[in-house]
């Protein structure tokens, strides 16, 4: 079974600019990842630095879908001062941000078999470090996933690729049923956690993030918004307060 460590982009995917053809077939990618843990064919992990990006977000509604998503994240990684040594080691063999390399140090220490991520500049910088597992694109990784479970040999060309994530997409929307409103004297926190409950029972949690994100698209790219909130933050800065705040 394949362990995968998302760059945070990664969870975010789901509510940025569906307008951006790019950004759509990566958000169904992504979906596509969420729907293999479900059924548990994949492994996600969930770092400290997943903990940290969640925290800065600011979108606040995004933040609690992250954190709801978090619970499908089989294995966690705590701030340990192994991987800060680590960071600090291939921080000098590329041009990384502190906060990119932090997160491909943790899925280096997590032995993962696979880094995904929406970000082609810190797609090509972890390509030239010596890895244990491999540096792909959600998309590029959902083709190869598909290909494999299917005991297929072929490449997985971008026509067959995007027409199967075409034919996932389908089920985008879920069927509405007539709701009666049985409590009609909860407060609006009341309501949303009733909701929430009511939905990841009927849908799963996969299918319940495509329905809270179809109701929450921003035009946004979280790659350049991640990039601003961490520009100029150095590596000691970030992992100290990922060690003070991390709850696992």
Not at 7 to 36: G, H, K, P, V
Not at 69 to 74: I, V
Not at 130 to 151: A, I, K, Q
Request: glycine content about 2%; some cysteine; overall charge negative.
């Amino acid at each position: 079974m394949d362990l995968i460590y998302l760059d945070y982009n990664c969870f975010q995917r789901r509510f940025d600019d569906s307008s951006q053809t790019r950004i759509q077939i990566e958000a169904l990618a992504c979906q596509e990842i969420f729907n293999w843990v479900e059924s548990q064919t994949v492994q996600l992990i969930w770092s400290f630095m997943h903990e940290d990006e969640t925290l800065l977000c600011p979108f606040p509604e995004r933040q609690g879908f992250a954190l709801e998503l978090s619970t499908l994240c089989q294995i966690r990684i705590a701030p340990e001062e192994p991987i800060y040594t680590l960071a600090q080691g291939m921080m000098q063999k590329g041009k990384f941000s502190a906060k990119d390399i932090l997160h491909v140090a943790c899925a280096s220490y997590a032995q993962a078999n696979f880094f995904l991520t929406c970000d082609d500049a810190l797609l090509r910088q972890a390509r030239k470090l010596t890895l244990s597992c491999e540096v792909m694109n959600p998309v590029d990784y959902s083709g190869f996933h598909w290909c494999e479970v299917r005991d297929d040999a072929c490449n997985a060309c971008p026509a067959r690729l995007l027409l199967y994530l075409v034919r996932s997409g389908t089920a985008i929307y879920p069927e509405r049923n007539p709701m009666t409103d049985s409590n009609p004297n909860l407060n609006d926190t009341q309501l949303r956690v009733k909701a929430l409950a009511a939905l990841k029972k009927e849908l799963g949690m996969a299918a319940t993030l495509r329905f809270l994100a179809l109701m929450n698209q921003n035009s946004t790219d979280y790659v350049q918004i991640s990039r601003q909130i961490y520009e100029q933050q150095q590596l000691d800065e970030i992992f100290s307060r990922a060690k003070q705040n991390w709850h696992g």
